[in-house]
């Protein structure tokens, strides 16, 4: 069921702006590190810009993704465009797996032969980087509470910051110690972190995209809380799913005794699923064992 939130909303506009002050600094950023990644031969820096140059495409799929699921719903999106945010979520956690899995390639090449790289460069350009992503992080931080889309975009920025952590240290340890290893090294740690978070955040997206069901409510507490009322005799064909990330839609047959006033039911079933579950999309059939189900197959 869709989480209730309590903190105050962005304006639509205001939080366009903000995504896209978030792409403008992210492909600035972009163009340096790769320039610094070139100059100083750093591995890990250019792994950095890569997930960087990401970061920025990330956002601008949030960005399209936003507007395009305000429009109303239509003849051919009866339901409306909401899901537009959760496909561009897919793509954007699609990209940020398939970008770690280059950078775990591109590291295992570099460990038989770490080549030299020059640390004070890599530093330099890893801090910066580190200031542009906690500002863009900080910049989608708050719309990231409720959108999943945002979501994917704001892990984005998280992993690249906490790469730039990694990348600083490396050319730390280059400068101490010149141990060349630690670049492909800190390149695999950037990769495990992006895949973990990547991993973990991309199942409820697909659920929502395969019309699964959500975390809660239980299919089994809905049905039981449905024959509950001393008319209905049965529950059957029930189906819950998420139309996107905040709303739920439910579908039902309810089996009530010979005689039970089908518009007072169906009125109860509604109020009890709005009231205490937060479902006001519901579709309830009711039946009664002498008619049987039109469904026969839902009913075995």
């Not at 775990?104 to 460990?111: D, F, G, I």
């Not at 994917?152 to 690249?160: G, I, R, S």
């Not at 449905?226 to 839609?249: F, G, N, P, Y």
């Amino acid at each position: 069921m869709p989480h209730a939130h309590h903190h105050p909303h962005l304006d639509p506009a205001a939080g366009d702006r903000r995504v896209a002050w978030a792409v403008a600094v992210n492909l600035a950023l972009t163009v340096a590190q790769i320039a610094g990644g070139v100059l100083s031969g750093s591995l890990a820096l250019v792994a950095d810009a890569i997930h960087n140059l990401s970061d920025a495409v990330s956002l601008v799929i949030a960005l399209c993704a936003r507007r395009i699921a305000r429009r109303p719903a239509d003849a051919a999106m009866t339901f409306g465009y909401g899901r537009a945010e959760v496909v561009a979520a897919l793509v954007n956690y699609t990209v940020l797996i398939a970008i770690a899995l280059y950078l775990v390639a591109e590291a295992a090449m570099r460990l038989a032969d770490p080549p030299g790289v020059s640390g004070w460069i890599v530093v330099i350009v890893a801090g910066i980087a580190l200031v542009v992503d906690v500002i863009t992080a900080l910049l989608t931080w708050r719309m990231a509470k409720d959108s999943v889309n945002i979501r994917a975009a704001f892990l984005h920025n998280l992993a690249d910051a906490f790469g730039s952590v990694a990348v600083i240290a490396a050319g730390s340890l280059i400068l101490l110690y010149d141990w060349r290893l630690v670049d492909p090294l800190a390149t695999f740690g950037i990769a495990a972190y992006i895949l973990l978070h990547a991993a973990r955040e991309v199942g409820p997206v697909m659920r929502i995209l395969m019309l699964g069901s959500p975390d809660a409510p239980p299919l089994e507490v809905l049905r039981a809380r449905l024959a509950e009322a001393e008319a209905v005799k049965d529950v059957h064909h029930l189906h819950l799913w998420q139309i996107d990330e905040h709303r739920c839609a439910l579908q039902a047959h309810l089996v009530v005794t010979q005689g039970a006033d089908f518009p007072t039911e169906i009125t109860r079933a509604k109020a009890l699923l709005a009231r205490e579950f937060g479902i006001t999309h519901a579709t309830l059939e009711l039946e009664t064992p002498v008619s049987g189900c039109a469904d026969q197959k839902a009913c075995q």
